[in-house]
């Protein structure tokens, strides 16, 4: 078999999300090829669903039932000990893909001898195949055979995990999978595995369609949800030095970390939260201090962030409560100015 699509479902029967999502992959333009569903112990209509599919395509859909919340890297994983197919995809369950994508994706990486592929996604409010806003994914400096310098651009740029296609074989010699339990699972994920493949392509069209609505994972900022990226970030450096890629990588990872456990959940935890805990962002500026120091020292890091952003950094490091006084006095500032 040529492809396993494996789609973790989680509550998404309402507003036809879960159908829509479905039926773009039944409809996939590439020949032999299965739809493996795990449903993650939900509580709607949506194993119903799933089962109505599983009957109307018996040859290509697959579902896998969960009796307890695994969250979507423990259904991933269960979707790879099931999977046949010698390439593997992932598809969020309230997302939806163009009808060629694997097709295309597959090709490509067979044409090049590459194994893993990928392309680029759109944001969309809107159930339909209209293109949206184009994000684009990875650039053209981290494909082809990859070196020592495209593998540190890949650890601080692995890309989206859902817009690829790795070669399962790949997967299976190194045992390759996801955090279970937890939320912001790819964070951690994409770099590592990134890091176990030779050869990245890309095909450069939007041919993944992310959906923008109030249930995803990324709007709602929540307590829960700012402590598993702390937890993912400490699990990506734990990984990285399991597998040997810490010492060779040290200052990309440093960066990675201070991106991803540091400064996207500082300003996501003050911007989203009502009622941000001191305990909170004292527990943050200890986290990056016993890791990393000296991340405000790294090149990267100078780089990637603007001066406001790195001002309010240092202030933070030195006082979490200036901090925090300080930044709702700003925002509440920029809020009368808009009113103006």
């Known amino acids: 078999m040529k492809l396993s699509i494996i789609v973790p479902v989680y509550n998404m029967a309402a507003g036809g999300r879960l159908r829509f999502c479905l039926d773009s992959l039944v409809k996939q333009t590439i020949s032999d090829y299965e739809i493996i569903a795990v449903d993650d112990a939900s509580t709607d209509d949506s194993l119903k669903i799933l089962q ?15 009796y307890e919340n ?23 369950s309230d997302d939806w893909v163009a009808p060629d994508m694997y097709e295309k994706l597959i090709a490509r990486a067979e044409q090049t001898g590459a194994d893993v592929a990928g392309c680029d996604y759109c944001m969309t409010d809107e159930q339909s195949m209209k293109i949206g806003k184009i994000v684009t994914n990875n650039t053209p400096e981290q494909t082809g055979v990859i070196d020592h310098r495209k593998y540190k651009l890949l650890v601080m740029n692995p890309g989206s995990m859902v817009i690829k296609v790795y070669l399962k074989e790949v997967i299976d010699a190194h045992r390759l999978r996801f955090p279970e339990r937890t939320f912001y699972e790819d964070n951690c994920a994409s770099p590592i595995w990134m890091l176990h493949f030779t050869h990245f392509e890309k095909v450069e069209e939007p041919l993944y369609y992310y959906y923008q609505h109030d249930d995803s ?32 990588y040290r200052q990309e990872f440093e960066f990675a970390f201070s991106k991803l456990y540091y400064m996207n959940t500082l300003f996501t935890y003050m911007l989203g939260m009502k009622r941000p805990r001191l305990s909170f962002l004292r527990q943050i500026a200890d986290g990056i201090r016993q890791e990393f120091p000296d991340f405000q020292d790294n090149i990267y890091y100078q780089k990637e962030f603007d001066g406001e952003q790195k001002r309010l950094a ?15 006095l700003l925002q509440t500032y920029r809020k009368l100015r808009k009113r103006v």
């Open 52 to 66: 109505e599919y599983e009957s109307d395509y018996p040859w290509k859909f697959k579902v896998i039932q969960s």
């Open 70 to 92: 695994v969250k979507q890297g423990g259904a991933r994983n269960k979707g790879i000990e099931a999977a046949r197919g010698r390439w593997i995809g992932f598809v969020d």
């Open 217 to 248: 994972t990324v709007h709602g900022i929540s307590a829960q949800k700012c402590e598993a990226r702390l937890l993912m970030g400490k699990r990506l450096i734990e990984e990285a030095r399991r597998c040997g890629f810490y010492k060779p």
């Open 314 to 328: 240092a202030m933070h490091m030195k006082s979490p409560l200036q901090f925090m006084v300080y930044f709702k």
